[in-house]
């Protein structure tokens, strides 16, 4: 089942157009990476898939609904989550406030109900649940963030760099999270940078350069593709394929 598409997709700020035409498809069940360098518009597209960027030509559907011009909220209630890459938790608060905060919508029962099937696939945060979460490390509060994101139980999940600042334990902590994630049923899109840990856990990737989707495929098609790798990924990738 197709989850979201986009097509023919320009955006940006302004006057000023950061992609130039883009697609994207996500199917149920899958993570779709969004690769590329710097400035190569991979947020501005998923902040315009998500509302937050107006588009000026193409068109976006979630489940076959027609969402472009919508706001963001509206998206989200359809089922979309987002974790953005930074102030994605409310430090002086504790986990569980944080959780209840993502479902702040949700009558008394339903939110309880929430909580404890978040804390199930997120143990730690079920033990640290009274502790406040801006003393958490890193790794700990982008878990938080994301299971926050879940108290509404999203079709599609958007993570933009998930991996961002973190050491390389708590990076395979929060990717071995997000595989878990997508076997509860949760399609992910993943901005990230860090290239093999993406594609490690991806089915599909889709490359970005100058705000152009330069390429579109299955994971082992990016490994295969030599032009590719030289010219917008970096050299070598070592992707293993293994889940945790």
Known sequence: M???TATGLHCGYGADEIVH?????IEQGEVVAILGPNGCG???LVKAVLGYVPITAGAIAFQGRPIAGRSAQAI????VGYVPQLDNIFKPMTVRENLEMGGFRMAPTELEREIERVFAAFPLLAERQ?????TLSG?????LAMARALMV???LLVLDEPSAGLAPTKVSEVFAQIERIVAMGTAVLLIEQNVAAALEISDQAIVLAAGRVVFAGSVEDVLETDSIRDAYLGQPIAVG????
């Open 21 to 25: 035409g883009a697609d994207l498809t």
């Open 139 to 143: 790794g700990e509060r982008q878990l």
């Open 42 to 44: 991979k947020s501005t």
């Open 2 to 4: 197709t989850l979201l």
């Open 130 to 134: 009274r502790q406040l979460a801006g």
């Open 241 to 244: 394929r293994a889940v945790p």
């Open 153 to 155: 139980a999203p079709r």
């Open 76 to 79: 989200m209630r359809l089922g």
